[in-house]
């Protein structure tokens, strides 16, 4: 049985699909699975079970990288095709089976509205699939002796970004509770791109409680690594869906974006999010704001106490 499954090109939105392809896995377990996906996602499906080709899909001008991924996927008959993104190219491919994602205007969880879309009566967690090496580097990076926090404060758009001020002030708080948070170590995760970004966030961090891994390592061994954390601080990015399929308590700060349909879904995941619509918070922006700046850290500070 040969299944091809289309994903997203971004890391969050592949994440959460991610569930459903392990669902997909256990019903049929000796099929052969094609995953086509961008670069930026494709390292959490290389250690797929039964993965028998990753296509990656580039961005290219005038759309032509659909082209791409129709020759590439055109000249075998599949059993099923599970298209997530959207992209009508199942339609174009000899299957026997077909499943098209069609965009909804309800505001449940996406990976809420992934399962209803499949036909699935609950919900699956997300999943990341690993390799012994990954779990050994995680073993060799982080020491037992620590309380890991992971705290990630960049994201793809800056308006979505809690202040470095903020997340420094809640390190400050948590260092202020060793009953809660024993031995406190911070983990700051972000890409090699977004380190200038936050540099100012180290230097107000002490330098012994706190670890550089933007950038540092794959993404399969940060896997490993936010799977040792006992708490992710971050804005609504990739990492924060990372966090919550890999079970790390996870707290996610919104504020531009849909909390109802992109929030982290995992056993222990919790929002702290701007108390107005949407539509208001734009206009802020437009107007200049750093709406970020209204969560408070008190408010973060007990929503990560309560999630722990």
Request: glycine letters at 6%; a positive charge; hydrophobic letters at 40%.
């Given at each position: ?176 509770n060793p009953k809660i948070f024993p031995k406190p170590k911070f983990l700051i995760l972000g ?79 919790q929002t702290v999010s701007l108390n107005e619509p949407l539509d208001r918070t734009f206009k ?25």
């Amino acid at each position: 049985m040969h299944i091809l499954f289309i994903t997203s090109t971004y890391l969050g939105d592949a994440i959460l699909s991610t569930g459903l392809l392990q669902t997909v896995l256990k019903k049929n377990p000796n099929a052969k699975i094609t995953v086509a996906c961008g670069p930026v996602a494709a390292p959490i499906f290389k250690h797929l079970p039964n993965l028998e080709k990753l296509i990656i899909i580039e961005k290219k001008q005038f759309s032509l990288h659909w082209v791409y991924l129709w020759l590439k996927t055109f000249f075998c008959f599949w059993d099923f095709v599970i298209d997530v993104r959207g992209t009508g190219i199942a339609f174009l491919l000899p299957a026997k089976k077909r499943k098209v994602w069609q965009s909804s205007k309800t505001e449940r969880l996406k990976v809420h509205q992934i399962a209803k879309w499949f036909g699935l009566s609950k919900t699956p967690l997300n999943h990341i699939w690993t390799d012994k090496q990954h779990v050994d580097k995680a073993k060799n990076l982080l020491q037992q002796k620590h309380t890991y926090i992971a705290f990630s404060p960049a994201a793809n758009w800056d308006k979505k970004c809690w202040p470095l001020s903020h997340f420094a002030s809640l390190a400050q708080k948590i260092l202020k509770n060793p009953k809660i948070f024993p031995k406190p170590k911070f983990l700051i995760l972000g890409t090699a791109s977004q380190q200038k970004e936050v540099d100012t966030l180290f230097q107000k961090l002490p330098e012994k409680q706190t670890m550089d891994l933007m950038g540092k390592i794959d993404l399969l061994t940060l896997a490993e690594c936010l799977k040792k954390c006992q708490l992710f601080v971050g804005n609504d990015s990739g990492l924060m869906h990372l966090a919550a399929a890999c079970g790390t308590p996870t707290l996610g700060l919104f504020g531009p974006s849909p909390v109802k349909v992109y929030g982290p879904w995992g056993q222990k995941t919790q929002t702290v999010s701007l108390n107005e619509p949407l539509d208001r918070t734009f206009k802020r922006i437009e107007k200049g704001e750093d709406v970020m700046q209204d969560l408070s850290v008190e408010k973060v500070y007990n929503a990560a106490k309560a999630l722990i």
